[in-house]
């Protein structure tokens, strides 16, 4: 096993700053105690092999020379494949052809960033084939270009970021629109927990595109009257008042500017150790201004948030990731229990008919070289 590499990258949680990455704002995010692991072993010849233990029916076979676009039951091969396409742009690629294989302990399509955690230890798994070395920064960089151009998801900034940078027991702030990263201590005796509706969260083919088209929309307007504005994000609501936008580039323009507000207030609030309920109800807030504004919520996601808010140990609560479906956000107080969980998961049973999946997470490091197999494999949860 000495010519194996090995890596992992952990998901993350959004845990403030909702589709604003893309619009030039600042975000909160958590790496947590879920990972993807990759294994990376050299051959001789120019063939790659990629398999995951998420789809283990779809091994994917091409060659270095072939790195086209795959639909269908291949289409996860598109992260690792975009990773490598990425690689050789920047003159980082391994020489000859790999076998990659990927385990995970994450929940998949439930909105922790899976597919950034897939790129991340890609990454870092073939940067070991040809000797190379990225700083977090430059390879939150790397594989944000990656799924942006490779797999055709204009994200931003987020989720490679915080997987990148993350800290045990420590939120990600990243400034989007200058792309500086830094930490903040999460407030003690808190936890993170994620309720995932089961809801499929594919993101290419949801209306994420659409979302992102209209914040840029909207910027363009926004622009015939203030030239200099640099971002969506950047936009005072006098601003968004006197351009008189259309439906619905204000709903989603407003979103992002208050949004923005509220990320702005949290981060005074943490580095103050101020109150963890005014913390909170940020959350709640930017929950209803997805729903309302944003209109990337749904049903299910929205009985979660109101079902929690009615516990005395949930401090706030809000969709976490792109919407459409995916997962909530529940940040507690430790006091918060299973039973407490289990309560929520019954009652939204009981509307629905299924059960919500649910996890505790931990604040976490971020994406690292790991030297053994051992070190490799996935956390216990």
Same mark, same amino acid.
């Given at each position: 096993?000495q010519d194996?590499?090995?890596?992992?990258?952990?998901?993350?949680?959004?845990?403030?700053?909702?589709?604003?990455?893309y619009?030039g704002?600042k975000?909160?995010?958590?790496?947590?105690?879920?990972?993807? =692991?990759?294994?990376?072993?050299?051959?001789?010849d120019? $063939?790659?092999?990629l398999f995951?233990?998420? @789809?283990?029916n779809d091994?994917?076979e091409?060659?270095?020379n072939?790195?086209?676009?795959?639909?269908?039951?291949e289409?996860?091969?598109?992260?690792?494949?975009?990773?490598?396409?990425?690689?050789?742009?920047?003159?980082?690629?391994?020489?000859?052809?790999?076998?990659?294989?990927?385990?995970?302990?994450? #929940?998949?399509?439930a909105?922790l960033?899976?597919?950034a955690?897939?790129?991340?230890?890609?990454?870092?798994?073939?940067?070991?084939?040809?000797g190379?070395?990225?700083?977090?920064?430059?390879?939150?960089?790397l594989?944000r270009?990656?799924?942006?151009? @490779?797999?055709?998801?204009? =994200?931003g900034?987020?989720?490679q970021?915080v997987?990148?940078?993350?800290?045990?027991?420590?939120?990600v702030?990243i400034d =989007?629109?200058?792309?500086?990263?830094?930490?903040?201590?999460?407030?003690?005796? $808190?936890c993170l927990?994620?309720?995932d509706t089961?809801?499929?969260?594919?993101?290419?083919?949801?209306?994420?595109?659409?979302?992102?088209?209209?914040?840029?929309?909207?910027?363009?307007?926004?622009?015939?009257?203030?030239?200099?504005?640099?971002?969506?994000?950047?936009?005072? &609501?006098?601003?968004?008042?006197?351009?008189n936008? #259309?439906?619905?580039?204000?709903k989603?323009?407003?979103?992002?500017?208050? &949004?923005?507000?509220?990320?702005?207030r949290?981060?005074?609030?943490?580095?103050d150790?101020?109150?963890?309920?005014?913390?909170?109800?940020?959350l709640?807030?930017?929950h209803?201004s997805?729903?309302e504004?944003?209109?990337?919520?749904?049903?299910?996601?929205d009985?979660?948030v109101?079902?929690l808010?009615?516990c005395?140990?949930?401090?706030?609560?809000?969709?976490?990731g792109?919407?459409?479906?995916?997962?909530?956000?529940a940040?507690t107080?430790h006091?918060?229990?299973?039973?407490?969980?289990?309560?929520?998961?019954?009652?939204f049973?009981? $509307?629905?008919?299924?059960?919500?999946?649910?996890?505790? @997470?931990?604040?976490?490091?971020?994406?690292r070289i790991?030297?053994?197999?051992g070190?490799?494999?996935?956390?216990?949860?």
């Amino acid at each position: 096993m000495q010519d194996c590499y090995s890596a992992e990258a952990p998901g993350r949680i959004e845990f403030l700053g909702n589709h604003i990455d893309y619009n030039g704002g600042k975000v909160l995010g958590a790496a947590i105690n879920g990972v993807v =692991c990759a294994l990376a072993k050299p051959r001789k010849d120019l $063939t790659i092999r990629l398999f995951s233990e998420s @789809f283990e029916n779809d091994v994917v076979e091409t060659s270095l020379n072939d790195l086209s676009f795959r639909k269908g039951s291949e289409f996860w091969a598109n992260y690792p494949l975009g990773v490598l396409w990425s690689l050789q742009e920047a003159t980082l690629a391994p020489p000859s052809g790999f076998e990659l294989i990927l385990t995970t302990d994450l #929940p998949l399509a439930a909105g922790l960033s899976s597919s950034a955690a897939v790129e991340l230890a890609t990454a870092l798994a073939l940067l070991q084939l040809n000797g190379n070395e990225l700083g977090k920064s430059d390879l939150a960089r790397l594989c944000r270009r990656a799924e942006n151009q @490779f797999v055709g998801l204009p =994200c931003g900034i987020l989720d490679q970021g915080v997987s990148a940078h993350g800290e045990k027991d420590h939120l990600v702030l990243i400034d =989007c629109e200058k792309e500086n990263f830094s930490t903040l201590p999460l407030p003690k005796d $808190t936890c993170l927990w994620i309720f995932d509706t089961g809801i499929k969260h594919d993101l290419v083919d949801s209306l994420y595109a659409t979302r992102h088209s209209e914040c840029k929309q909207a910027l363009e307007l926004l622009k015939k009257k203030e030239p200099d504005l640099t971002c969506l994000a950047a936009a005072s &609501e006098g601003l968004l008042t006197s351009a008189n936008l #259309p439906e619905p580039l204000s709903k989603r323009a407003l979103h992002v500017v208050k &949004e923005k507000t509220r990320v702005d207030r949290a981060i005074e609030l943490l580095k103050d150790d101020a109150s963890r309920k005014e913390i909170g109800e940020l959350l709640f807030a930017s929950h209803d201004s997805s729903r309302e504004q944003f209109e990337n919520s749904c049903p299910e996601l929205d009985f979660l948030v109101d079902d929690l808010r009615k516990c005395p140990s949930v401090l706030g609560a809000r969709l976490t990731g792109g919407g459409f479906g995916g997962a909530v956000l529940a940040w507690t107080h430790h006091a918060f229990s299973q039973t407490d969980a289990k309560a929520t998961a019954t009652a939204f049973r009981k $509307t629905f008919g299924k059960h919500p999946k649910v996890h505790r @997470f931990e604040a976490s490091r971020g994406a690292r070289i790991t030297t053994t197999l051992g070190e490799a494999g996935p956390p216990s949860l």
